[in-house]
């Protein structure tokens, strides 16, 4: 079939999606074991979310504290639902991973005896948070980036959008996408994939990600098969509504607490007090988010929608030393928190589920792995803080070793000299996907791309946020569904995508992931809908207390027939 995009083909024993943290981590173990690698990401690595953590990550590495307490305090507020095995594994590991960052030349902040400066965060007993003042994700970023760029045994393909993933007899071997930088389509041969592509929280309106984050690995595993795991439970933050210079700004609201500010809505009440009278502030993050959408529910918001973060009483030099970085970027849009509130509503910061994996982030599809934010399990229906950052660096680096690992048995199985130089069968993109891709790049009619992704983003919005009833998810569903049948199917690209390659390319790459972000509110709203209770990080208005006898378990959705999908429940 004629394509005016050219098509490149590449051959790897180990295609890893995605430039964040886990993805990197998972990068460095496949050139170690001496394994072909190519990381395919949308940006640059190392970036993703990892570069949107702020305060520090959790580490047991104090005085008197250890993995095993660290653990109990993970599964106390977890809403029940946390793999105990996985997170196990994480508490242990953390600990290496801080002291091989160190080595590679990570610049934690140390205190007056040259030890790690660990804060406190709450629901921890211990201090165990490793950081860099408020600009821990930029400085780990900076230091991955850097060896990075060092290892020439990692094959970089930057501005790289994988589509779908190619299965064939049961395990994945390959996968196809677009380099929307040059504008071609690009198809690989594989042994092994890791998916290390953040959360979805670009369905939303209001996040804290970077753009490119779409929940494609969600949805590349859900339709090879792979079950997802609590997928509607969504870690949201506080994110800055008002003044209209900091909107979309995402302040660090634990640094903002553990500097001594304190939440107040319209009347100037501090009514965290009021639902959580021994903890307030100290709450943990979904109680403060949930308290915060329950004030906005009830109609005491300020003028653009949200509560207020006031931190104008607290001192200076406290400000500088917990917020930093958040200080000075307010100041730089001539917003002076010491003696201005800001204005915050909640806005999608991470995803607590994810792909069925176990302990290596394998999942139950042969030749396929996931890591990081696309991993579930770990965080069961609610997380203490300091955890995202703390399991992606450690189940990345656990995905890129075993799955290097099953690559080099295969080799010695084969009776080949050099690691992992198997056989691997020859790819193509399949026949309905080039029809399609052909027939959306000619196509003059029809919405605009950008339109029906802006439709995808406000409906979840409007209906999936913190606070989620029955009716709302009921009409979301309809609505996704109607988008998948009528609108994606009839989608075109903006004019400009003539103009040359690389614009083609960029609207290109945005069209196919208006699919990911469909599907993936279908998905959401499914298990939103489905849970009938509030537990973790889920509230349901119409269901608002937990169910112990019915709801003490995860959800799990399979792809079924037709595109449909298959919902269950497994009791913990």
């Avoid at 570069?51 to 104090?62: E, I, S």
Wanted: hydrophobic share 40%; glycine share 12%; net charge negative.
């Amino acid at each position: 079939m004629a394509f005016e995009t050219p098509l490149e083909h590449f051959e790897t024993d180990v295609l890893i999606v995605g430039g964040g943290a886990a993805g990197t981590m998972a990068a460095f173990e496949c050139g170690e074991a001496g394994v072909r690698v190519i990381q395919a990401t949308k940006g640059r690595a190392t970036s993703g979310t990892t570069t949107v953590a702020r305060g520090g990550f959790a580490a047991a590495m104090a005085e008197g504290d250890g993995p095993e307490l660290h653990l109990r305090e993970i599964l106390k507020f977890g809403g029940e639902l946390i793999d105990p095995v996985l997170a196990g594994v994480w508490v242990n590991d953390i600990i290496e991973v801080v002291n091989d960052l160190r080595a590679w030349g990570a610049e934690f902040i140390l205190n007056e005896k040259g030890n790690l400066d660990l804060k406190m965060f709450p629901s921890h007993s211990f201090p165990r948070a490793v950081h860099h003042y408020d600009t821990t994700g930029n400085m780990v970023t900076k230091t991955l980036s850097r060896k990075l760029r060092a290892d020439a045994r990692i094959g970089q393909h930057p501005h790289t959008a994988i589509v779908d993933l190619i299965v064939l007899d049961g395990r994945v071997v390959g996968a196809w996408g677009v380099n929307y930088s040059r504008g071609t389509l690009v198809a690989y041969q594989t042994r092994e994939i890791i998916l290390c592509t953040g959360g979805g929280s670009g369905l939303f309106y209001v996040n804290d990600n970077p753009p490119q984050v779409t929940g494609d690995g969600y949805v590349l595993g859900f339709r090879a098969g792979v079950p997802l795991l609590g997928i509607e439970m969504i870690d949201f933050q506080a994110m800055c509504c008002a003044p209209e210079e900091l909107f979309g700004f995402a302040p660090h609201p634990t640094g903002f607490i553990n500097a001594g500010a304190v939440f107040r809505n319209r009347e100037g009440e501090e009514f965290l007090k009021s639902y959580f009278p021994d903890t307030a502030e100290k709450s943990t993050r979904s109680e403060v988010i949930l308290a915060m959408a329950k004030e906005i529910h009830a109609g005491r918001a300020g003028l653009t929608g949200g509560i207020f973060m006031d931190a104008t009483k607290v001192p200076e030099e406290v400000i500088q030393k917990q917020i930093p970085h958040v200080y000075k970027t307010c100041l730089s849009r001539g917003i002076d928190i010491r003696k201005t509130p800001l204005e915050v509503a909640p806005g999608s910061h991470t995803w607590l589920g994810g792909l069925k994996i176990d302990a290596d982030g394998k999942t139950t599809v042969p030749g396929l792995w996931a890591a990081g934010e696309t991993g579930g399990g770990i965080h069961g229906g609610n997380r203490i803080g300091g955890s995202a950052l703390s399991a992606s660096l450690v189940f990345g680096r656990r995905a890129g070793r075993a799955a290097a690992g099953h690559v080099v048995a295969a080799g010695a199985k084969a009776g080949e000299k050099r690691p992992g130089k198997v056989s691997i069968p020859m790819v193509s993109i399949p026949e309905a996907e080039q029809a399609w891709l052909e027939d959306l790049l000619g196509r003059r009619e029809g919405p605009l791309q950008g339109e029906v992704r802006m439709k995808c983003r406000m409906l979840a919005h409007e209906k999936l946020g913190p606070i989620r009833e029955a009716g709302g998810l009921s009409e979301a569903l309809a609505e996704y569904e109607r988008i998948e049948r009528e609108d994606i199917p009839r989608m075109r690209l903006a004019d400009e995508a003539r103009s040359s390659d690389k614009v083609r390319g960029q609207e290109l790459e945005s069209a196919l992931s208006v699919r990911n972000l469909a599907l993936l509110g279908r998905l959401l709203g499914t298990a939103a809908l489905e849970r009938t209770e509030s537990r973790g990080a889920h509230f349901r208005i119409d269901h608002p207390e937990p169910d112990e006898a019915a709801w003490r378990a995860v959800t799990r959705l399979e792809r079924g027939e037709g595109g449909g999908i298959d919902f269950q429940a497994d009791p913990v």
